[in-house]
């Protein structure tokens, strides 16, 4: 009997230790992951589903985790036993084991087998994939989502929005040169805001998804799974929620500096608050005094080429000085236009093509009517209600210190230089601009 040579012996030994340590790592990694994964209150939770869309992935994942799990303990008890059965201690030439090649009953049954688990599991699939892709051609309410680094804007068409018969430019002005509109008609949104998506309870929403820059993925757990939005592409998505609340979502594609600064919410209201919303959006914004008031309309006559200030110089209206709000809205008007539009104040000079790789900036026109901002990160008001004042200042002084982004290279908020005085009348006038939300909306939503 000839032994094989101590080296082998000795690392024979080591390899006999080694299945229980990678047991007790593998076990304490397992415990650990489960242990984070439940924690308690946590926002993004796949496994709390609050609508009929999430029920559907809810009712597939649960199924298939079962089935998945009972694999698993097969798996790796069978390798445990087989360890246990057939491992050698000292590894001599007597021990070796018997050398089997093929076995042609065993191949067939661990081929059909999975196979046949698989089919199964792609039975449910495929259907839950058909219902969540059948979505309403001639819906009332739908949204067009467009993912931009790194806020998420939401455009909602009176009558629904059909990407099949409609464009928008709005959507990504360089998309209009590639593809074919013909046969299309154009579509505004009437309402376009950012980073909350404000729906009215057990309604099913259609949304689609896109981009105007890279990719991104809109995901709001609680109400349905991810969808990728693609530039150059328009893919449909739907969400439900069952009662009134806030459901947390984040973009969950890797797209940038502050990918992760590029979160958002589902406010679900009772269909007579969702009408009075969606009444006081439509709205256009208004200057607060009537000088300031007059002071627009003027502005916009000479836009309009209705008041020619050459010939009547001596009736040019002086910018309000009297209201802290007016003056923030003329400081509005001049700065900030080429890339914030907000319908009642500047829409008559915004062109439309922001100084953005993206083209586009937040529409401001209720900007406080939300909550929070610059893709959810900060909050406008504390949750006693008042307006978190240092926040909004502090992102208006230097936007790119406040959330990292590109600012130089037209991928943000630049900073513009602002003196203090002018900070405190924008302050004013971004929060004369909506009807600040109910108590419980501000709470919900706050953000650490
Ligand atoms: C060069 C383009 C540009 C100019 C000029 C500009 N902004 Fe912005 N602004 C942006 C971009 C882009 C964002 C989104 C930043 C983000 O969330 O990452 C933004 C975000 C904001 C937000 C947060 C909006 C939201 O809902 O998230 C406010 C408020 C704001 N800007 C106010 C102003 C004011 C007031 C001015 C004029 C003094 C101004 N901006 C000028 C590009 C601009
Ligand atoms: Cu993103």
New binding site residues.
Partial sequence: MKRISSPHTGSIGAFRRGPRRALALVGTLGVSAFVTSCASGAELDTMKPKGPTADDLHNLIVPVFIVAGVVLALVIGGTILMIRKFGVKEYTEVDFPEQIHGNTRLEIGWTIVPAMILAVVAVFTVSVLQTQNKYHKDQALSVVVVG????WEYRYYDGGFDPAKNYDLGIDVRLNEIQNHKGKTEKHPVIV???QLVVPVGTEIDLYITSRDVNHSHWIPALNGKRDAIPGRIQPWKIEADDPGVYFGQCTEFCGL?HS??RMQVVAMTDADFQTWWAQQKAPATATTPEGQAWLDQQKAITAGTFNSKVDPSKVLAAPTASAADR?MA??RG??????LATGINEDIYTGE???V?K?????TH?SS?T???????NLYNPDGTVNRPQ?EA??RN?PKE?P?Y?VG?????N?Q?SEP?IND?VE??LSTGTKPAAEIITKTEVE
């Fill in positions: 931009q680094q790194w806020w805001t950012a980073t502050s600064r590029m923030g400081i509005f700065q900030c236009t080429r890339c914030h922001a100084q953005q993206s586009a900036a937040p529409n401001l900007f939300r929070t901002y610059a893709g959810g990160i900060f909004l992102w208006l936007p959330k982004a600012a037209e991928r943000g908020m630049p513009l602002l002018q924008l006038y971004l």
